[in-house]
């Protein structure tokens, strides 16, 4: 069983930068970190997945050399790094975890955590 808690989110202008942080209790070595994002009435979008064992990434085209996800120091804790934000960006942004590789699709990860709303705004 593993839980997850999103941190980091708020208010930003465009242009700026914020960084989010999911923490994982229960956690595994063997385990796919990713964060989404969904707006109300919207579908979920993928944004990021980290392998935690072997560090290998995959990003979305609409965040690629924009955000980057990455391993804390400290082992249960994966951060999402957001430069360049924009209006477009605004979203609940949500930490997903499952045993095993990052899949293709949202319904493959099991665990999920609450969410932390981003707004990008003037």
């Known amino acids: 069983q593993l839980n997850l808690a999103e941190s980091g989110g708020g208010l930003v202008q465009p242009g700026g930068s914020l960084t989010l942080s999911c923490t994982v209790s229960?956690?595994?070595?063997?385990?796919?970190i990713g964060w989404f994002r969904q707006a109300p009435g919207k579908e979920r979008e993928g944004v990021a997945c980290?392998?935690?064992?072997?560090?290998?990434?995959n990003y979305a085209d609409s965040v690629k050399g924009r955000f980057t996800i990455s391993k804390a120091a400290v082992k249960d804790t994966v951060y999402l790094q957001m430069n360049s934000l924009t209006p477009e960006d605004t979203d609940i942004y949500y930490c997903?975890?499952?045993?095993?590789?990052?899949?293709?699709?949202?319904?493959?990860?099991?665990?999920w955590g609450r969410g932390t709303q981003v707004t990008v705004s003037s």
């Open positions: 229960g956690f595994t070595w063997n385990v796919a």
């Open positions: 980290i392998k935690y064992s072997s560090g290998r990434t």
């Open positions: 997903a975890a499952r045993v095993g590789n990052c899949p293709n699709s949202a319904v493959e990860f099991n665990y």
